[in-house]
Each structure stands twice: as C-alpha cells, then as structure tokens.
C-alpha cells in the first residue's frame, strides 16, 4: 500500500462525518464566472492541509467538466478539490465556453466520490464585456502575427494592456473590507487593471501570514475572507496577481522544499478559477534564492505550470543588483536568468528605489526586451511614491513611459502608503521623514490620489486610445532630442515621450502626399492641446507648446502624430 492511500488507513488519523456531499445551488452561471461544487467528506484526517497534499501524492478528490452541448462541446476539465475547513471540500471551475456542462467528482473517500450535476453557461453581452473587461476570460500572453510575444490578451484575443498597483501587506488581520473596496473601486476608476497580492505563507509579520509559524496550518476563515476581496477586484475589471511566497533568509530552513511546493499547490487549487496571474516568490532570488538554489525555483515553476489546469501566466519578481539581499544572486529582470524556461510566461523587473536605478529602467526593459523568443517584460515594483523625501510625479512618469517607450507590455505604479496598507485599522502612526520608506502620517492624506497615481491613469487613457499593441519602439525617430522614446509605426502613427519637452524634429520624407495631425499633451496638467494637420514629405521641426524661455516651468510631453483626412485632389 503506497504513502498516498496509507493515509486513509489509519483509524487514529480520521475524524467521522455525516451528510450527504452536495454541488452548489446555482445551476447557471456565467462564462469564465467561479462556479462551485462543495462536497462534505466522511472521512478526514487529523491535518487535512498537510495528510492530503503529500509530496507525489494526487489531489484527494477532483471534478471532471464535460462540455454537452453549445460551443461548450467537446471540452474537457479537470480540477482539483480543496479542503475548506472541517469536513468541507470544495472544487471551482471557470467555464471557458457557454453552453451545457456535466460534472461528476472521483475521490476514495466516499462522501467526496461521485457527487454529479449539470449546469448551464451563458455568455456575456459585448456591452457587458466592455463594462468590466476580466469577463472577456483569463489573460494570456498574445501569440499571433507579427507582435507575437510582445504584449498581453484576454482568452477573447482582446489587448491587455497591464496597468498594475502593489497590494503587498494587503492581507494584513484586520483590514475592512470597506478600506480594500475603496482601493479597488479607485484603481479601477482609473483604469488600472492588476492588483498585485501578496497571498502569503511567510507575510509581513504573522499577522498577515495565512500559514501558521510551522507552515503546516492554514487559517481557513481568513483566507475566505480575502478570497472575497480576489472576487470583488475581479467583478471591478482588476486581475489579480497572486505570489504565495517571499523569499527570506533561511527560508530553505524555516520551510523548506516540501512546505512551499505544498501550499502553491494548495493556492492554485483555491484560487485557479479566478481571474488571477501566478507569480513564483516575491524577490525570489533575494538571500541566495532563500538558501534554495536557482534549481528549486525553476523546477517550482514547472509544478505550478503542471498544477494548473486553466494555465494562467506565470511569472517570478526578482530583486535588483547592488541591493540588500540581491547582491548573492543579482539580476536586474528574470530575462538574465529565466527567459529561457518554458514555464516563464513573461519576464518582471524590480528596478527598485533610488533616482540611478529609475534611470535604467529603460536599459532593463531594452535588454529583456531584445531576448528571444519574445516574451512580455513589465516593471512590477518601480521606485515608490512618498510624500516625503523621494520621487516627484515626473520621475513615476518617467520610469512609465520610458518602459513602455522601450517595448514594456505595461507598467506597475508603487505608493508608499499602498503597499504597505498604512491604514488607521491596523498601522501605528509613523513620524514624518526619516528612515528608508519616508511616508506622509497622516491617515488622512489621499494617497490614492498623488500625481503619480493619476499619471498612471492618465497614461493608460492615451494608450488606449490608439492602438498600442501595433506599436514598436524607434528610438532613432526622436532626431535633436535627448529623450529618444518613440512607439510608432513609421508612416502612419507616432508617440512620443519628450522628458523636457523642446522641440524635435521628424522625418517624413518617405511619405509625401500623406498627410498627419499632431497633437501636444501635457502631462502635468493632463491638458491635450488641438491637433494641427500638416504633410509629409519633409523633414518637420515641432516645437512643445510651452518652452524656455517664455515659459520657465520644464514640463513632460506626449506628442501624438496620427494620420489626417485624405487630401482632395
């Protein structure tokens, strides 16, 4: 008898339970919607976190979808249960297509075997999709034409241009749900679109640890509690990121192998059916890997990609070189180590927080940018926004468009308050200056708000407008200028990014007899100036609306160059 069915044998181990297993109520649901199927086992170890998630052991129970009719025909799923806290199993699908589906679990415990049903899968209305995009289904990395590679997509094939926040102590014990409802309600405003979570086993402090000190406990009723938060981020068009992990010293010690691969299987049995993106560790490589080693981390990467089975795109966040806890194993993206991997769905870079390290964010997306194959890159922790002591709005502006100019599939905006949930519910109140993380005490400061949110906001409207996905970057477009950023495709749309403003000159010699409209935005007052219609076929010399010395103030600058209407002949 193996290890895996052993566990069922041991009298001593089990706890008895009466009552029939049971699917859920509802039996129509929506397209990539959770749908749930609870089950109630009869037979349950003393520690149903740690017997049933042995190393090299099955899932204890699992629930095949089939397809039946609709274009739901012909598909095929299966996905793990999970124990949910006494006697309760639970198992959550997505539905990937509408149409009718039947299910029916297989377990040995009796009580979890052949609980069986049907439900129905209607999908959404445009409209419906447009009003919160996470119902157009997971996202993917886009595979097709020309840009294949370059940026992200909904299943639908939708553009998912990555507009993401920090959320990293956000699961802290005692947060208000209402506190995370305004978060999410005003990133989604704003048109931001991930919410990087921190799902921890090892948090900032145990208070906001889901994992007992022993890693062997999971505490059920807070991880429901933020699953409500995971749902309720996606019902506002927000994916959620999800790394279960940080890496710290020892942490080969103070867990160990087994203990971590446990509770990511654990967190994708859990939360795979939700709107999310894996993310391997938070720094993953700070400490010497956590004591691991580089092949620990790679092999993990490949059992979330084996464990999944609605392959979600998975990442690792590093931590930069010349940094505390980076300098054993440094890498300024997980391209220089990881973009190699089959399993790395796209690379991430912590450029991390001092004025030098903002200034080679566009040499780090470059670099990653020019490896091959073609594989997404996003600065996922840039330098934070504080109140005191630290970056201007312009410098967040920068490390943005200066990534995005340089080939980033989108960008994650930092707020000292934000990552660190500075909130009255469950912060002590800071001195003012001082310190590393220098922060405004005052709870009563809005620092959902800061220029450099509201930039972020600002930049995804104008990317959105266009179509950005098209776009390369042509740094030798920008002629006499310092701030060599341009998305274009040569001939037909152009944006570029002037740090300073000035003038620079375009060339468009190549292109008589076309014509083009440009247009100044100002990215300190967000104000778009009237576009002006000019005509190739020259070399054009387009001067900033405000300049030195008539205007003292050095403002950043957006100039969009699209085609005009056709010339009459």
């Known amino acids: 008898m193996g290890i895996c069915r052993m566990l069922l044998a041991v009298p001593a181990m089990l706890v008895m339970a009466a009552g029939p297993a049971s699917a859920q109520d509802a039996s129509e649901v929506k397209q ?59 198992a959550r699908f997505a539905p990937p297509a509408p149409g009718e589906w039947a299910f029916e679990s297989r377990s040995e415990d009796p009580g979890l075997n052949g609980v069986a049903g049907r439900m129905t899968c209607s999908a959404w209305t445009e409209d419906e999709k447009k009003a919160n995009p996470t ?33 990293w102590n956000w699961t802290q014990r005692g947060i208000r749900f209402e506190s995370f409802k305004k978060l999410v309600d005003d990133r989604a405003q704003k048109g931001f679109n991930v919410g990087q979570l921190f799902f921890p086993a090892n948090g900032w402090g145990r208070g906001s640890s ?51 691969r446990r ?25 010497n890997y956590g004591g691991l080693g580089l092949d620990f981390w790679k092999d993990l990467g490949a059992l ?49 927080h001092a004025r030098w390290r903002n200034e080679y964010a566009p040499t780090v997306v470059s670099q990653a940018y020019a490896m091959r194959p073609s594989k997404p890159i996003v600065i996922t922790e840039p330098w934070y926004e504080f109140a005191l002591d630290a970056p201007a709005a312009k410098e967040i502006r920068f490390c943005a468009w200066s990534a995005i100019m340089s080939g980033a599939a989108g960008h994650t905006y930092g707020g000292g308050h934000i990552w660190l949930a500075y909130l009255p519910e ?61 998305l274009a495709i040569p001939g037909e749309i152009y944006i570029m990014f002037l740090r300073w403003g000035g003038a620079v000159k375009l060339d468009l010699t190549a292109y008589p007899g076309a014509t083009f409209t440009r247009q100044w935005i100002d990215l300190v007052t967000e104000k778009t100036h009237r576009p002006q219609e000019f005509t190739g076929g020259a070399v054009h010399v387009i001067h900033a609306p405000e300049d030195f010395p008539a205007v003292r103030q050095e403002k950043d600058w957006i100039l969009l160059v699209k085609p005009g209407k056709p010339s009459r002949n």
């Not at 699992?62 to 199993?89: C, I, M, Q, Y």
């Not at 800071?430 to 620092?447: A, C, I, Q, V, Y």
């Open 32 to 90: 990539w919607q959770v749908y749930e199927v609870r089950m109630t086992a009869t037979q349950n170890a003393a520690n149903p976190y740690v017997s049933y998630l042995q190393e090299g052991c099955p899932a204890r129970v699992t629930v095949r979808f089939t397809g039946v009719s609709g274009d739901a025909a012909g598909h095929e799923s299966t996905v793990a249960g999970f124990w949910d806290g006494g006697t309760t199993w639970r």
């Open 135 to 167: 119902r157009r289904g997971f996202v993917r990395v886009h595979t097709n034409g020309p840009r294949a590679g370059r940026y992200f997509a909904y299943a639908d094939g939708t553009p998912f241009l990555w507009i993401g926040d920090t959320w």
């Open 210 to 260: 889901f994992l007992n000190a022993d890693y062997n406990e999971p505490d059920i009723e807070h991880i429901q509690f933020i699953e409500q938060w995971i749902a309720y981020a996606n019902e506002q068009s927000i994916t959620v990121w999800i790394h279960p992990w940080w890496s710290r010293t020892r942490l080969n010690e103070t867990a160990g192998p087994e203990k971590i």
């Open 263 to 287: 509770w990511w299987r654990y967190v994708i049995h859990r939360l795979a059916a939700y709107n999310v993106i894996w993310t391997l560790a938070g720094e993953y490589n700070m400490n």
């Open 304 to 352: 979330v990609v084996a464990e999944d089975p609605f392959h979600h795109i998975l990442g690792a966040h590093p931590t930069p070189p010349a940094w505390d806890g980076g300098a054993e194993a440094p890498q300024w993206s997980t391209a220089e180590v990881l973009h190699q991997e089959s399993w790395l769905d796209y690379n991430q870079s912590q450029t991390a």
């Open 426 to 486: 469950v912060s002590r109140p800071r001195r003012s200056g001082g310190g590393s993380w220098p922060l405004d005490p005052d709870f009563e400061t809005n620092t959902l708000d800061y220029p450099g949110a509201r930039g972020m906001a600002h930049m995804a409207r104008i990317l959105r407008s266009v179509e950005w996905w098209r776009l390369e970057p042509h740094p030798e477009l920008v002629v006499e200028n310092p701030s060599r950023y341009c």
